[in-house]
């Protein structure tokens, strides 16, 4: 089973976690920039992280035979602190990075103002680079949200196909597929979507356009969740070839729209190349 | 602590080398590649968007000789590497200190390489130990890069000038030993490199 996670933020994992994500059949990950739990108070903070998107995380990632790519934006909830917004002028010189495959993740946290215009705002940036967009909806008031990020959708320039709307459940996933937007749905131990119900979701659903993460992150999450989907997509009957849709092929369409997608790693980033001692195997110095 | 070794500088330091190499490229990517050329001799605000777009562009596999071969053809100035290479990802960064030597004669770009040598990613440790490390790395910082090639698995083939430098370096030839001492201690075998350069640090006995 190869195993493409379209949502994982790998920069709150260990090394253990990308080995255990390599054995399950994890080739593939997108890491979408986000809030850190603890709030940030200043620009340069953000710049500090988008490198490390662009290159420390990347590097450790290939050490495993992961491939890593990442998504870039202002997150919706820190879009609401003066001190953050600057970011904003910043990101036109990050979003012609190789590696960045989307702006995002975007969308809505408590629904203000100041989200209103970061989303808009960075639908327009994503249109303007030729990128799709990772698009969260919130977790507090999630069909209201949903509602009023389809609406913000439709007056921006940016094309439904190039959306992927993600954290959907039950309640969401109609008006969402209705939009011709991608679905995203995440999978976690104790909220969100768990893998039984995304089995039912699928069989009701289809599997067009439908993408599986784990968005594993520093919360209780499980970046083993895209392969325990895969795992029970096969014992209720899907087939091979419905689950490397879910898990490889979609992830790859979607994400393939930016051109940017490499997912053969440079041969001077593979383990191969190092021998025993590189200084992640090694734990550093 | 005032180290009292200067750096030796090899020959080939005291001028400037030849271009460095065109990639063999074909199609979209070549044509891509004479539009960003173009862009660089003229130096118009665009050729650094090529710069950081010759990835997917010209493949990964060439990124580093197209990004290279631009840097070169726009004569980029110190100013201008300092600020491709702190606002790069990791892939723009390592263009930018194999570069150095084909741009610089001067030690300007030094703490490029300084900053690369501090990370612990090995494609810019590779990146950073060659020519233009060799000509203008200090002594104290030089040695530390050879440790560090050696504990992050960076071949030492990587190091530009090594034999020039190590040789009769006896402060070298004490860290590659108490290093091969903690080893041993820790019943871990020693890299074949460490004792490679070990056998360089010997002064020359010809004359």
């Known amino acids: 089973m190869r195993i493409f996670d379209p949502h994982i933020h790998m920069t709150s994992r260990t090394t253990d976690d990308y080995q255990a ?79 960045v495959v989307a702006v995002g993740e975007i969308g809505y946290d408590s629904m203000t103002p100041a989200e209103d215009t970061a989303l808009a705002t960075q639908l327009a940036l994503a249109a303007d680079h030729g990128l799709p967009a990772l698009v969260h909806t919130p977790h507090r008031d999630k069909l209201a949200g949903l509602r009023r990020t389809l609406d913000v959708l439709r007056e921006s320039p940016l ?10 459940n039950e309640t969401t996933v109609k008006e969402a ?18 893998e039984d119900r995304m089995v039912a979701l699928l069989k009701n659903h289809g599997t067009a356009r439908v993408l599986v993460n784990s968005a594993a992150d520093w919360g209780r999450s499980d970046p083993l969740k895209t392969r325990k989907v895969g795992d029970a997509m096969l014992a209720a009957d899907f087939t091979d070839d419905d689950v490397d849709q879910v898990l490889w092929r979609n992830p790859v369409a979607f994400y393939g729209q930016s051109g940017r997608l490499q997912l053969d790693l440079p041969s001077h980033d593979t383990p191969a190349t190092h021998h025993e001692g590189n200084s992640i195997l090694r734990g550093g110095e | 602590m005032v180290n009292p070794h200067t750096p030796k500088r090899p020959d080939s330091a005291s001028h400037t080398p030849a271009p460095p190499p065109t990639p063999p490229l074909g199609g979209a990517a070549r044509a891509w590649l004479d539009q960003a050329l173009a862009e660089a001799t003229a130096r118009t605000p665009d050729w ?49 200190l194999l570069s150095l030597p084909f741009l610089l004669t001067g030690p300007e770009a030094v703490d490029l390489v300084e900053d690369a040598l501090r990370s612990n990613d090995t494609r810019l440790i590779a990146a950073a130990v060659g020519p233009y490390a060799a000509a203008h790395l200090d002594t104290h910082s030089w040695r530390h890069a050879i440790l560090k090639c050696l504990f992050t698995g960076v071949p030492v083939d990587h190091v ?48």
């Open chain 1, 177 to 194: 597929a209705d939009s011709g937007a991608w679905l995203g749905f995440s999978i976690y131990p104790d909220t969100k979507m768990d």
């Open chain 1, 159 to 168: 094309p439904p196909e190039l959306v992927l709307l993600d954290h959907l």
């Open chain 2, 48 to 96: 650094e968007i090529r710069f950081t777009t010759a990835g997917r562009h010209c493949g990964h596999e060439h990124a580093d000789s197209v990004r290279t071969l631009l840097l070169h053809t726009a004569q980029a100035t110190p100013d201008t590497l300092a600020r491709l290479y702190h606002q790069g990802s990791a892939a723009e960064r390592r263009a930018v």
């Open chain 2, 160 to 207: 530009a000038g090594m034999p020039a430098r190590a040789r009769g370096d006896a402060e070298l030839a004490r860290m590659l030993g108490d290093y091969a001492a903690e080893r041993r201690a820790a019943g871990r075998t020693c890299p074949a490199d460490l004792h490679r350069v070990l056998a360089m640090t010997a002064p020359t006995e010809d004359f």
């Open chain 1, 21 to 99: 994500m390599y054995d399950a059949g994890v080739r593939a990950v997108v890491e979408p920039s986000f809030w850190l739990g603890q709030p940030r108070t200043s620009p340069a903070s953000f710049y500090d992280y988008f490198d490390s998107l662009l290159g420390w995380e990347p590097f450790r990632a290939a050490q495993y035979g992961i491939a890593h790519h990442c998504t870039l934006a202002l997150n919706p909830k820190e879009a609401n602190d003066p001190r953050c917004t600057p970011v904003l002028d910043a990101l036109p010189r990050y979003l012609v990075k190789d590696n």
